[in-house]
């Protein structure tokens, strides 16, 4: 059955210059979405913790809040003021770079959460790498490998790690690996604030493990999808005509093509991380962003909040961004349009 | 005075499987019982060393400002770079500290305080009575009022005059004759130089700062110039912000810390089974229920005294404390020499209590109990009141409020809630709770018989009178009080072989008070 | 409206596949356990029958929780508010993202962009942080949850369809019916929403999943359900302090919802294969991506 | 048949690559096929059903073999075999595929891959998906060499051989960047990079314009002669192979029912099937009817018993039903088929083809005018000022390449394309531009129908519903009313009143497309706008489209506007014929005129390039 394609008689590629630069502009556009994104988060964060009960005053003052203290720390810390007015200075002070004083303790916040950003990004950067390789490398054995006991027993495991809520993995990891079947690593995270986190790799291990596990299946399951498609396209199968061996097959003609719509699963693995950093944190008290939010959201530490909360936005627009320009280049038909 | 800041995030995952760790001794003796608290192994005190404390309650909020101190982990710290002019021995006894001489004149409107000579602060300057009277007047500054401010209310700041370079005189506006034991409790004393800096803070304790970040580290070194001669044996000590109880106990366990605090009664038998230590202290701190007497279902004295006969105390403490702690009799201020030991034991009495009810045609009684995450316990303790309370026919709905929601607008306002309190002395407890000034009067008690008695015990400097007006009082709460006082929790802290001098307080801070100044590493 | 509903017809091929009847077993007997659980209990769920984190014995088969209740009683009794729970959520959820998904999708422009832009708002901080932001500030109330958890879906769910529903009105099916003029509301109604139903069980299938794994969590961190309420959630947060010396009161509830959560997700990988016979689709695109789009937990 | 000269060097000069190893011996055929069997395995719910079985057939070196089938006939399995490749879920069931006497199927993966692409090579049907889209051009056909060896300069020879006159540019790009033409070339000179003995091409010009086509077709047909190259050429287009073959051989349903050369086979048809398709396939050079075939080619796995045809054959006797038929050779030159009444059909009188009178109606009032009508899509004009009319019962078909804008020219009829400039009247009222405002009357007459069956009809209605959407939508008939028209128009469309409760993904193409007519039949419209309705359907399928088309034109007076690139077709299908190319009307007139002598030279040299095999030998 064939159908008619529309094959129209052309000229070959034009010349470079004429062509509109698709990444720079796409990165541009992006941009500047992005920052109108982020005023849209920070105005809703703001406006959410004004509908809160107690404010930051009831949570650092707590039961010794006699109703004059309380009125005294309100307007110290000048939650008394008009929000519209509030959210006003504290914007106008992040675009000069200075974040505000946490509501808690007066310490500038960009310090307390300075050391944490490092921290965290530490974290989700090296079990998002290491879950992407293995995520790739299971997925394509188990494409090439397609329908084998290999290939059925990855699938099923895949599909019941999926389901599993971060904090069993973790607490399975402990049990087994820290406190009581064997004492190989740390079941906790003490290196004080200022040091580098990979000053002690050995701390390292069971939180990024715990993410590593929840973050492969997603991987793999989308790389053994795109590596099948590819290994049933026509291009492999013209590859296999022209006499070129099965490894090169694999890696030469299929896998180029496997990657690009599995980048965009990548990207998003990398934000499941930065939402599934906050379990891992808190379990492994890991002084991470995460650990944070949860101390900042109790005490009512506005400041600390929208920081926290902006860092996590941007760092979410930066991963989206970055995943479309790679996805762009790994894939020339969307980059250099036709004429 | 609250327990921790965090405490909702408390129930922590107790990571460590002890291989053969029995259940729970508990009164209704199941029978497995567990090692008796062992004293350290460390031996005799020696010189040097890093003492790593792993303590939960911290937060961003932290402070080392001993005027505005708040929680169990401020104590840490404030405990070892402050000194106040009267401390608690661990047998929560009032004992001079800085203070060389405190006298009340006759009428104990005026009191004398006298600083010992030759102590040092950490900036170098010499302890004087400016420093006292720098520090009062810090306390009670209307603009920013201190943690002790309500406790000290009737001390006239203004009139605060310098007799000599090291005694202060200090009028009080009204008679007050508990001051010296209002001294004694924990953050109302704490003396800090004249021009004090919080940025680079200096007090006459035994240790100086080094590093704080609040929430995640602080660190403090030995300071040489300490007054108390030979003390500390520590050479630094590292206090490690832990966000619940389960990764501390991992640490505890894994050797990455020496101490731990308030650790729930479930891990004792785990922390045992792995070698390691357990610190239990009989705290004098308190738990209550607060019925409101003024308003609403509560305010007919037959509800509250069924209400109070509802609980079964021992089961209460067996089942959220694991049997440890004492059981209360709905009167604070345990360890105080006014405490009326000699009032009946109340015990539950069902019959009775529906019987009061049906009285007061309250049979199919509906009450909401306010609770929140505010202390170890506390929503557990809530829960078991409310099963306890359906026996005699009284639904309790438990909602349980975050926090901040807790101690926002509507606390002193609740009609059924609960508190948390540290140990005080009875009559300054009095001052602060049930009298109609007090700032922190959750049950609205109101009664002029207790006042005037209250009235008359404030003003008397003879001690023998003071504890004869105060049974009387106590005999008036014990019989139409708001408060439901079930137990005062133990305070129970783990700590690793190595770790020696560590002596259990009934203050109901953890780790002695924090007493770091005696504590030796092995 | 078609005689064999899709919805029907591609269930039944689903249920006949190994993986679809193992995952509708597992899910299944977890339901089973919630609906009857109460019903069956040997204890009420506030009754002390036990010391804390008394052993497993011939009183409490599984052992006493925190204040020494039934932990059986109570995970029979705790089982049906998280499941009714985590199905509202989802359902919430995808209803109202499938709304303004086909919306963006047949009507473009600026229906397009708007949603578009709101979705991103959303999606800019991952859904554990959003439903513990708004449960934390504003008080873990049930509804609170629910309602917390529905938002962070809508979002994923809206695009998902949006892209489904634009490759549906580029068909030819559609064109035909606007070259007759049918208004836009009729074509959606009877043209492009019918053909979205595997699309969107695949999306009940996966939000399901991620409204237990998302409360599970919540509770985790102490925001979940309160104490009035015996729910699996709260168990293993209120448990976890005893699990050296009863692990059960954790373990049990942490595995039933695993375990829901298992059965959930295959019977959708069942489903999402099942789905491709109809509409003609040759290749076997693993489900994942079909909705690669939203991973984020 | 001289072919328009092209600039291939016809002489080449001798290679350096050595001859293939084995040297042959006169006769032995360079390829020989014996006994082909390829199966579905058998698996827990079904036995094991074969796909392609009893196929023989041998290629002399320099000879091409034409291999002719509808879809489903199993011939691109037989391709693909010839390179010992099986699609998944298939397996070779037995027989040899003998290369110079050497048995591929025999061999391990190892060698397999050094036999292929070196003595043995495929081109591609579709070159677009064929070229891997990351890699450049130049990366693909240097990993020729990579794997078999060969350097530069023979990479620039090979290519000038395919007609890609100037690499370099192309080298440097990415497949999509290249015209269908050039992407084919690519794939020609990929396939003869390493001088082959035996080359496979698998409907390498479906997807080309007929100009292209007829370049790629010379250039094979040069390369395979001045090399001596066996060739097996795979199509469902008869002429194509006609145009390309010395010999043919039909395939139908895995069989191989008919065998000879070309000329002979299509002079004398020995098989009923061979002879049917013969008369669907509508010719240049007269205007006849098209004789479709009833029914569909059985699926593997189910076949009838004894001859698969005899469902659809019109010579059916008893005899067919007691076994598979034995080839019967009909002619000395080796001409067989699988027939037990061969003989007696190849007397037959050529193909009988009935000559179609076509009574031009009288120059009726144009139904649809279409005047000065301009597209641009872009700043790029994709329509220039056209001006068309279609006169009442009158059948108008536009002709052109794809992307000269014939397809945007009908959605601005149908008020799919608003954005155009000019005017259309359709029965004297002009026609606003979009949908919407149109009147229910204008939208009612005028009616369309796509090219994809697969994507035109709701895969969750059924076909009643699917058929009573645009009556529920115009008219107010009561249900009972409505599916009595409904079962008129199924039966006027020659499908069973039954289909009506049935789902689009149980029909074939033919049946759908069907199915679209009547949908746009049901509501007696005026105009019927067919926009390449039968491009997409095998030839047989398309002849009784066609036919069902022009009778109900007929009965109830339709105008009708014929899109369609394919020139044979308008012949047998339209009174009046327009031209056009890159957005402007180049040529309009009667078929009759138009077709036999064009005035343009566009139109000349597009009749020319177009395949036909009353020209063979």
């Given at each position: 059955m064939t159908t008619a394609t529309e094959a129209t008689e052309r000229v070959g590629p034009t010349s470079?210059?004429?062509?509109?630069?698709p990444i720079r502009d796409l990165v541009i556009k992006r941009s500047l979405i992005g920052i109108l994104t982020l005023v849209l988060v920070s105005i809703l964060i703001f406006a959410a913790t004004q509908?809160?009960?107690?404010?930051a005053a009831s949570a650092v003052?707590?039961?010794?809040?006699?109703p004059q203290r309380l009125h005294a720390l309100e307007v110290q810390l000048g939650l008394t003021r008009p929000a519209v007015e509030q959210y006003w200075t504290w914007l106008t002070g992040v675009l000069h770079g200075n974040f505000g004083?946490?509501?808690?303790?007066?310490?500038?916040v960009s310090t307390l959460i300075g050391g944490r950003i490092l921290n965290s990004l530490v974290l989700v950067v090296l079990a998002g790498a290491i879950g992407t390789l293995i995520g790739v490398g299971l997925g394509v054995l188990a494409a090439a490998r397609r329908d084998s006991v290999f290939d059925h027993v990855l699938s099923v495991t895949s599909l019941g790690v999926t389901a599993l809520p971060e904090f069993v993995v973790a607490v399975v990891l402990v049990i087994f690996?820290?406190?009581?079947?064997?004492?190989?690593?740390?079941?906790?995270s003490v290196f004080a604030p200022?040091?580098?986190?990979?000053?002690?790799?050995r701390e390292l291990v069971l939180p990024v493990a715990t993410l590593v596990i929840v973050v492969v299946p997603y991987v793999f399951r989308m790389m053994r999808a795109s590596m099948i498609d590819a290994l049933e396209s026509d291009y492999v199968q013209m590859a296999q005509l022209k006499g070129v061996p099965k490894w090169r097959v694999l890696l030469f003609h299929a896998l180029p093509n496997a990657i690009a719509p599995t980048i965009q699963v990548i990207g998003l693995t990398f934000l499941y991380l930065a939402g599934g950093v906050v379990v891992v944190e808190y379990l492994f008290n890991y002084p991470g962003l995460g650990q944070a939010l949860v101390g900042a959201v109790s005490d009512r530490d506005i400041p600390q909040i929208q920081a926290i909360v902006l860092v996590l936005a941007a760092f979410y627009i930066a991963v989206n961004i970055l995943t479309d320009v790679i996805a762009l280049a790994v894939s020339p038909r969307r980059r250099l349009p036709r004429s | 005075m609250t327990f921790s800041r965090r405490d909702f995030l408390k129930a922590g995952l107790a990571g460590s499987l002890a291989v053969g760790a029995g259940g729970l001794l508990s009164a209704c003796g199941t029978g497995n019982t567990i090692k008796a608290?062992?004293?350290?192994?460390?031996g005799k005190p020696r010189y040097g060393g890093t003492l790593r404390a792993g303590l939960t309650?911290?937060?961003?909020?932290?402070?080392?400002d001993p005027i505005s101190a708040i929680t169990n982990v401020d104590f840490s710290r404030i405990d070892n770079l402050y000194e106040p002019l009267i401390g608690l021995t661990p047998d929560a006894q009032p004992m001079y500290v800085l203070a060389e001489e405190v006298t009340p004149n006759a009428k104990a409107t005026e009191w004398t305080i006298r600083v010992k000579q030759g102590i040092t602060f950490h900036n170098g300057k010499t302890l004087t009575a400016d420093d006292v009277i720098y520090t009062f007047q810090q306390i009670l500054n209307p603009k920013t009022p201190g943690s002790a401010a309500a406790g000290l209310a009737s001390v006239d700041a203004k009139a605060m005059t310098k007799l000599d370079a090291y005694t202060a005189r200090i009028p009080c506006s009204t008679p007050f004759a508990t001051f010296a034991e209002a001294l004694a409790?924990?953050?109302?004393?704490?003396i800090i130089p004249v021009g004090f800096d919080l940025a680079a803070p200096a007090g006459t304790g035994p240790f100086k700062v080094k590093s704080f970040s609040p929430g995640t580290q602080s660190t403090f070194v030995r300071y040489?110039?300490?007054?108390?001669?030979?003390?500390?044996?520590?050479d630094e000590i590292v206090i490690t912000d832990y966000s619940d109880q389960t990764s501390q106990v991992n640490a505890l366990l894994a050797g990455q810390v020496d101490v731990v605090n308030?650790?729930?009664?479930?891990v004792i038998s785990e922390v045992q089974g792995e070698g390691k230590n357990i610190l239990l202290s009989a705290g004098g701190g308190w738990n209550p229920f607060t019925?409101?007497?003024?308003?609403?279902?509560?305010?007919?004295v037959r509800i509250r005294q069924a209400m109070r006969l509802v609980v079964d105390r021992q089961q209460m403490l067996d089942l959220v404390?694991?049997?440890?702690g004492t059981v209360g009799?709905?009167?604070?201020?345990?360890?105080?020499?006014?405490?009326?030991?000699?009032l009946p034991q109340r015990h539950q009495d069902i019959d009775q209590a529906r019987s009061l009810l049906k009285a007061a045609g309250a049979e199919d009684l509906h009450v909401t109990l306010v609770t929140s995450d505010?202390?170890?316990g506390t929503v557990l303790a809530a829960q078991v009141f409310a099963q306890q309370a359906s026996q005699a026919g009284v639904t309790v709905n438990v909602e349980d409020v975050t926090v901040d929601e807790f101690y926002g607008t509507n606390y002193l306002k609740w009609q059924f809630a609960q508190d948390y309190w540290f140990y005080n002395f009875y009559l300054p407890q009095v001052s602060l709770a049930?009298?109609?000034?007090?700032?922190?009067n959750e049950t609205h008690w109101d009664n002029s018989r207790y006042n005037s008695l209250y009235a008359q015990a404030i003003a008397t400097t003879d001690t023998s009178l003071s504890i004869e007006l105060a049974h009387e009082m106590q005999q008036i709460e014990y019989n139409?009080?708001?408060?439901?006082?079930p137990f005062f929790p133990p305070v129970i802290d783990g700590f690793g072989a190595?770790?020696?001098?560590l002596v259990p307080s009934k203050?109901?801070?953890?780790l002695g008070a924090y007493?770091?100044?005696n504590v030796w590493l092995s | 409206m078609a005689r064999r509903p899709e919805v029907i017809a591609v269930l039944g091929r689903a249920v006949r596949t190994p993986r679809g009847t193992a995952g509708l077993v597992i899910a299944g007997l977890v339901v089973l356990v919630a609906v009857i659980g109460p019903a069956v209990a040997?204890?009420?769920?506030?009754?002390?029958?036990?010391?804390?984190?008394?052993?497993?014995?011939?009183?409490a088969w599984l052992g006493g929780d925190?204040?020494?209740?039934?932990v059986l009683s109570r995970t029979l009794d705790g089982g049906w508010q998280l499941l009714a729970m985590a199905a509202v959520a989802t359902a919430l959820g995808v209803v109202v993202g499938a709304v303004l998904g086909v919306m963006a999708a047949y009507y473009g422009g600026l229906w397009d962009s708007l949603i578009m832009r709101a979705v991103d708002v959303i999606l800019a901080f991952p859904q554990l942080v959003f439903a513990l932001l708004l449960v934390s500030i504003l008080g873990p109330k049930i509804w609170l949850i629910v309602l917390a958890v529905a938002i962070s879906h809508a979002p994923q769910v809206a695009r998902v369809t949006r892209s489904a529903a634009l490759d549906i009105s580029e068909r030819d099916f559609v064109k035909a019916m606007q070259i007759l003029g049918i208004p836009g509301r009729r074509i959606i109604r009877r043209d492009v929403l019918p053909n979205l139903t595997s699309v969107l069980m695949v999306e009940i299938g996966l939000r399901l999943t991620y409204s237990m794994l998302v409360i599970a969590g919540l509770s985790f961190l102490?925001?979940?359900?309160?104490?009035p309420a015996a729910s699996w959630g709260l168990m293993i947060n209120e448990n976890r302090v005893g699990l050296i010396a009863n692990p059960w009161g954790v373990l049990m509830p942490a595995i039933l919802i695993a375990l829901f959560t298992i059965g959930v997700n295959t019977f959708t990988d069942a489903v999402a294969r099942a789905s491709?016979?109809?509409?003609?689709?040759?290749t076997e695109p693993e489900p994942i991506a079909l909705v690669a789009r939203e991973v984020t937990g | 048949m001289t072919a328009p000269s092209e600039d291939i060097p016809m002489t080449a000069t001798v290679e350096d690559i050595p001859p293939s190893t084995r040297e042959t011996g006169p006769g032995t055929p360079r390829l020989a096929v014996e006994d082909l069997r390829i199966v579905m395995p058998a698996t827990r719910r079904r036995p094991e059903a074969d796909v392609v079985d009893e196929v023989s057939f041998t290629v002399q070196p320099g000879r091409v073999l034409g291999l002719v089938g509808e879809s489903g006939s199993g011939k691109t399995t037989v391709a693909l075999a010839l390179l010992g490749l099986v699609k998944r879920?298939?397996?070779?069931?037995g027989g040899k595929v003998l290369i110079d006497g050497r048995?591929?199927?025999?061999?391990?993966e190892h060698d397999l891959q050094k036999v292929r692409g070196r003595s043995v090579a495929y081109v591609p049907q579709d070159p677009g998906s064929a070229l891997?889209?990351?890699?450049?051009v130049g990366t693909q056909l240097r990993e020729v060499f990579a794997v078999h060896g060969g350097d530069a300069d023979r990479l620039t020879q090979v290519m000038a051989e395919a007609g890609?006159?100037?690499?370099a540019p192309i080298l440097a790009s990415?497949?999509?960047?290249?015209?269908g033409g050039q992407q084919q070339r690519v794939a020609l000179a990929m396939a003869f990079a390493c001088r082959p003995q035996l080359i496979v091409l698998d409907?390498?010009?479906?997807?080309?314009d007929v100009t292209t086509q007829r370049r790629v077709l010379d250039t094979v047909r040069g390369l395979c002669h001045t090399y001596q190259v066996a060739a097996v050429y795979i199509s469902h287009d008869l002429s194509v192979v006609a145009e390309i073959a010395d010999h043919v051989a039909v395939m139908y349903a895995g069989r191989l029912i008919e065998i000879g050369a070309a000329s002979e086979l299509f002079a004398t048809p020995a098989h009923p099937y061979t002879r049917g398709l013969m008369r669907a396939i509508p010719l240049m050079a007269t205007s006849h009817e098209l004789h479709g075939m009833a029914g569909a080619p059985p699926r593997p796995g189910n076949r009838p018993a004894g001859c698969s045809f005899r469902p659809r054959c019109?010579?059916?006797?008893?005899?067919?039903?007691?076994?598979e038929p034995q080839p019967v050779v009909v002619s000395d030159t080796g001409?067989?088929?699988?027939?037990?009444?061969a003989t007696e059909i190849t007397a037959?009188?050529?193909?009988?083809l009935l000559a179609r009178?076509?009574?031009?109606?009288?120059?009726?009032?144009?139904v649809l005018t279409i005047s000065r009508v301009s597209v641009s899509y872009t700043n790029k004009p994709?329509?220039?000022?056209v001006n068309l009319d279609v006169g009442a019962r009158k059948s108008v078909a536009i002709v052109g390449t794809?992307?000269?804008?014939k397809t945007t020219l009908a959605r601005c009829v149908v008020g799919l394309h608003k954005d155009w400039t000019g005017t259309i009247t359709f029965a004297g009222s002009q026609l606003p531009p979009?949908?919407?405002?149109?009147?229910p009357d204008q939208l009612r007459k005028i009616q369309f129908v796509a090219q994809n069956p697969y994507a035109s009809?709701?895969?969750?209605?059924t076909i009643g519903q699917i058929i009573g959407n645009p009556l529920t939508h115009f008219t107010k008939l009561p249900a009972r009313e409505r599916d009595k028209r409904i079962g008129d128009v199924l039966t006027s469309v020659a499908?069973?009143?039954?289909?009506?409760?049935?789902?689009?993904?149980?029909?074939s193409g033919g049946e759908r497309q069907r199915v679209a007519l009547a949908r746009a039949l049901v509501v007696d419209p005026e105009l019927l706008v067919c926009d390449e309705?039968?491009?997409?359907?095998d030839v047989s399928v398309q002849a009784a489209i066609v036919e069902l088309l022009l009778r109900l034109q007929a009965e109830r007076g339709l105008a009708l506007l014929f899109i369609t690139h394919n020139l044979p077709l308008v012949r047998s299908i339209a009174d009046d014929v327009t031209v056009i190319s890159a957005g402007q009307i180049c040529e309009h007139g009667p078929v009759t005129q138009v077709l036999t002598a064009p005035k343009e030279a566009y139109t000349r040299q597009l009749i020319a390039d177009v395949p036909s095999f009353e020209q063979t030998g």
């Open positions: 470079k210059a004429a062509r509109p630069h509908t809160l009960p107690g404010n003052l707590l039961n010794t809040a006699t004083k946490s509501l808690a303790n007066g310490q500038p690996f820290a406190a009581v079947v064997i004492h190989w690593f740390p079941a906790v200022g040091t580098p986190p990979w000053s002690n790799p | 608290f062992t004293t350290s192994t460390a309650g911290g937060s961003t909020a932290d402070t080392l409790i924990p953050g109302y004393s704490d040489d110039g300490y007054w108390q001669s030979g003390l500390p044996y520590l308030l650790l729930s009664a479930d019925m409101r007497v003024d308003t609403g279902t509560f305010s007919d404390f694991g049997g440890f009799n709905d009167l604070f201020g345990i360890w105080a020499p006014e405490y009326d030991h000699s505010i202390a170890q049930t009298l109609p000034t007090a700032s922190f139409e009080g708001g408060y439901i006082i190595n770790v020696g001098g203050s109901g801070l953890s007493d770091f100044k | 040997p204890y009420s769920a506030t009754e002390f029958v036990t010391a804390p984190f008394a052993r497993a014995s011939s009183v925190v204040l020494g209740r039934d102490g925001f979940g359900l309160q104490p491709l016979g109809v509409g003609g689709r040759a | 879920g298939l397996a070779i069931g048995d591929i199927l025999a061999l391990s891997n889209p990351v890699l450049k890609l006159e100037d690499p990415y497949p999509h960047q290249l015209s409907e390498p010009t479906t997807g080309l019109e010579f059916a006797i008893a005899e067919c039903e007691s076994g001409h067989a088929a699988r027939c037990v009444r037959l009188s050529g193909t009988a009178d076509r009574t031009v109606p009288a120059a009726a009032e144009p994709v329509l220039r000022d794809s992307g000269s804008g979009g949908v919407r405002g149109r009147t009809l709701n895969p969750r209605q499908l069973r009143e039954s289909f009506a409760a049935r789902y689009p993904d149980e029909l309705i039968t491009s997409a359907l």
